[in-house]
């Protein structure tokens, strides 16, 4: 059987004491093996701690150079590490339990000392100062962690209310931008009434001489057809062609700001159904055929504005087709949160420099005597596929073909009253 060595230093300068006590621990010896030093004084002590910390030091009271708990005071701050056992010579058990107040394990009155209350005294002593020391090693790693806790907790309770404080103050910053964006719609919704008032004056202060304009020069063409020359009568004829232009130009601009244009309701169009009826209404030439690549949707529109879309492009796809055998192809894909259509033919073809003008207003590609149109039909495109959250784009060769894309939002507009209306569906003035 192996037995547990313990170190034990005896502080005592009684040589009795020493001898009864190394008697009595080596009676004990069938269980421990107990290792015996003595010193003779608190300077002697601290000599044999330096040499080798013992399990356990037996201490008596009354030495040459301390006596009382204060012994047991300056040994205790020696090793604080070590159990201290306190040999008494009387059986006072008062100063016993003082002595285990200023930091002694136990006491044994000497003259009690016998095999079984030395073993049983001395193991406890070393357990329990174990223990002590576990429980303050445990007492320390809590309290590191709770203050390490306490100041993560106030850390983040000044984060907390730091981004409290600059949401506020965002907050702030915010309804008063939202002031600042309300009146700014506010100017703006006057700015247009006001455009609209423009517009309308413009109606009534250019269209009437325009059209005595134009009706003059079909005077001078008719009446006075014979006394003009060949030059004289190409010029009439040009200031007619002019004076049309220009009533159909003021038309458009009107047509653009929404002059005379009724409110919309949104409702369900089949589209479906609609592409043909407008293809038909365009009376295209034989040679040009219309071929829908896919299902179409139902789209909860404005039906006149879906319409001006379509037919604007759809007229475009025919105007500009120089082919025998022309093809003008619709079709849809499902975005899932929006429609993307496409109108393409196999026309004449947009030089890549010029597809991005053509969305502007009275933007075309011919010369004012050339032009088919007023160069206003897919600003208004545009700005009907805007109204609807969506974008509008064109992929040419010239010479071979054009492919228009755009969306259209699956989700109505958010302030319907709120967006420009693209215009009058009653008219479709096209023209690249």
Same mark, same amino acid.
């Given at each position: ?33 107990? +290792? &015996? ?10 000599? @044999?701690?330096? %040499?080798? /910390?013992? =399990?356990? #030091? ?27 056992? +306190? &040999? ?10 003082? @002595?285990?107040? %200023?930091? /002694?394990? =136990?006491? #044994? ?324």
């Amino acid at each position: 059987m192996n037995k547990v060595e313990l170190n034990i230093l005896l502080v005592d300068d009684d040589p009795l004491t020493g001898r009864f006590v190394q008697h009595v621990l080596h009676q004990a010896s069938d269980q421990f093996e107990f +290792v &015996l030093r003595s010193a003779l004084s608190l300077a002697q002590t601290r000599s @044999a701690l330096q %040499e080798c /910390a013992p =399990d356990l #030091i037996l201490l008596d009271l009354g030495l040459s150079d301390s006596s009382g708990l204060d012994t047991v005071r300056q040994t205790a701050a020696l090793c604080p590490e070590i159990p201290i056992v +306190v &040999l008494t010579g009387t059986s006072d058990e008062e100063l016993g339990i003082q @002595a285990i107040h %200023e930091g /002694a394990e =136990d006491y #044994i009155v000497k003259v009690n000392l016998s095999k079984n209350l030395a073993v049983r005294t001395l193991c406890y002593a070393i357990e329990r100062k174990k223990m002590k020391l576990r429980l303050l090693q445990a007492q320390d790693e809590l309290e590191n962690r709770v203050q390490k806790r306490t100041l993560e907790l106030a850390t983040t309770n000044f984060k907390l209310k730091q981004e409290i404080a600059e949401r506020i103050n965002a907050e702030g910053q915010l309804e008063q931008l939202n002031r600042d964006l309300q009146g700014m719609v506010e100017r703006l919704t006057l700015s247009n009434l006001e455009l609209q008032d423009f517009a309308h004056a413009v109606s009534h202060d250019l269209k009437s001489p325009v059209r005595a304009i134009g009706t003059l020069a079909g005077w001078l063409r008719t009446d006075y057809a014979d006394r003009f020359d060949e030059e004289g009568r190409e010029k009439v004829q040009i200031l007619a062609h002019r004076a049309d232009h220009l009533n159909r130009m003021i038309d458009g601009i009107l047509q653009y700001c929404g002059i005379g244009r009724l409110e919309e309701s949104f409702q369900p169009v089949n589209l479906a159904d609609k592409i043909p009826q407008i293809w038909d209404g365009l009376e295209p030439p034989d040679r040009i055929r219309l071929d829908v690549e896919t299902p179409l949707p139902t789209l909860v529109c404005e039906e006149g504005r879906i319409s001006q879309v379509f037919r604007n492009l759809l007229q475009n796809a025919v105007q500009y087709n120089d082919k025998p055998q022309g093809l003008v192809r619709v079709g849809c894909q499902d975005r899932q949160t929006e429609w993307l259509f496409y109108v393409a033919d196999n026309g004449v073809g947009i030089d890549s420099r010029d597809t991005t003008r053509i969305f502007e207003l009275f933007e075309t590609l011919t010369s004012l005597d050339e032009k088919k149109g007023l160069g206003l039909g897919l600003c208004l495109v545009r700005r009907v596929v805007e109204r609807y959250g969506g974008k509008i784009w064109v992929e040419s060769v010239v010479g071979q073909s054009t492919l228009f894309w755009f969306s259209i939002s699956k989700s109505l507009p958010l302030n319907e009253r709120g967006l420009h209306h693209a215009g009058d569906q009653t008219h479709s003035a096209c023209g690249r």
